[in-house]
């Protein structure tokens, strides 16, 4: 590993229904910009945030910002394979969008793992006036579905998007720190001669 390697890229998956904000909300993180009226993601997209530091390790993450439309939903068992987290957007405004949550948590932790960090994120944060969600209802949703975490966000304003992409990455790293211990007691079991 040269010395402008990172320690680890991780992929992260952004989820859940139409216009909740991925697009914005990993526009914002990225490239610290909201631009309104982004035409609807077809398929996927891809953001790159370069390096950060997460208790002392270098991360490089590479964002997944998955479309949302029905006909790509179909994608979403195979864009898990990979992901070292992952992210699902609700819009505090649009209670439907929340109650999706449950058929798409149960694909991810199917597919991507149960350990694998999921941040419940309750967007658009600053419609104050329309805001159709408590956040106490959102925490209560995240406890009760076992999400990793919680926060409300606002890609318009700015409103915890740099706190949550670490949060998922300090959960990422921490996880990888298990994941390599566990490999280490493995390999470290010396040969044993059964039968004597
Ligand atoms: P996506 O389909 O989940 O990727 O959603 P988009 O990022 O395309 O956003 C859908 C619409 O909501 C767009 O018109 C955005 O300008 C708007 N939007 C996204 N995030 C916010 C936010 O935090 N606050 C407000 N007020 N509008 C937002
Ligand atoms: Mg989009």
């Known amino acids: 590993m040269t010395g402008t390697d990172p320690d680890y890229i991780f992929k992260i998956l952004m989820l859940g229904d139409a216009a909740v904000g991925k697009t914005s909300l990993s526009k914002h993180y990225i490239e610290r910009a909201f631009t309104p009226d982004i035409r609807l993601t077809v398929g996927i997209q891809f953001f790159i945030k370069q390096e950060i530091v997460i208790e002392g390790k270098r991360v490089k993450l590479q964002i997944w910002d998955f479309g949302g439309e029905d ?9 898990c394979l990979g992901s070292h987290g992952c992210i699902f957007m609700y819009d505090v405004t649009r209670p439907s969008t929340l ?6 948590t149960y694909i991810i932790k199917e597919r991507c793992g149960k350990d694998v960090p999921i941040m419940l994120i309750g967007n658009k944060c600053d419609l104050v006036n329309k805001r159709a969600i408590s956040m106490e209802h959102g925490i ?12 409300e966000t ?9 706190s949550t992409f670490e949060t998922i990455s300090r959960l990422m790293v921490e996880r990888m720190r298990r994941l ?8 470290g079991k010396s040969p ?3 039968g004597d």
């Open 71 to 79: 006909r790509f939903r179909i994608m979403v068992p195979t864009l």
């Open 99 to 104: 109650n999706s949550h449950h058929s798409w």
């Open 140 to 151: 209560e949703v995240a406890k009760r579905s076992g999400f990793t975490g919680f926060a």
């Open 154 to 162: 606002s890609a318009k304003d700015g409103t915890n998007i740099d």
């Open 180 to 187: 390599e211990a566990e490999d280490k007691n493995k390999k």
């Open 192 to 194: 044993i001669i059964i």
